[in-house]
């Protein structure tokens, strides 16, 4: 799967109406263009389809002083794991993957001290129910205007 970074944007090179699920190494290739953060985190798709990601990082390039994983990490973790599930459901549903988180929110139920991962799924039956707001971007106009709120469940 060729990626190519444009305008500080990396981009998937496909434009099929609807496109397979990347697979777990084209995940992890595309997170590492996009997002390089996440090449030095070592972060590695591990599970993909259009309901769920999961991806994992090793606790050493993520370690602080105190031998936990840095809560920086652990918030990207889950910030790509959600971001990836996003994105993987709309390539797979053949829409617009140009995916903008705006809002976020974590909270901690105890430090991490071994390697992590997160799942992040969305629930079919919800997805399905959405009101789509890509019309305009699938008819070619800029999808930059366009949102989506989507149900979504990082674990």
Do not use: C
Not at 21 to 37: D, R
Not at 59 to 81: D, K, M, Q, R, W
Not at 117 to 123: C, E, F, L, M, N
Request: aromatic share 6%; no cysteine.
């Amino acid at each position: 799967m060729p990626v190519s970074v444009d305008g500080g944007l990396a981009r998937v090179n496909a434009a099929a109406p609807s496109i397979s699920p990347m697979t777990p190494s084209e995940l992890t290739e595309y997170l590492h263009v996009a997002i390089p953060m996440s090449k030095a985190m070592e972060i590695q798709a591990t599970d993909t389809s259009p309901e769920a990601i999961t991806i994992e990082a090793p606790h050493g390039p993520n370690i602080t002083h105190e031998g936990t994983v840095f809560g920086g990490s652990l918030t990207a973790l889950a910030l790509l794991a959600g971001f990836a599930a996003v994105l993987n459901r709309l390539r797979a549903d053949g829409h617009p993957q140009r995916v903008v988180v705006q809002r976020h929110a974590y909270s901690y139920d105890h430090p991490a001290t071994t390697d992590v991962a997160t799942r992040a799924s969305i629930d079919p039956e919800r997805w399905s129910r959405l009101v789509w707001p890509y019309p305009a971007a699938i008819s070619g106009a800029s999808p930059s205007m366009s949102r989506l709120k989507t149900p979504l469940a990082v674990r």
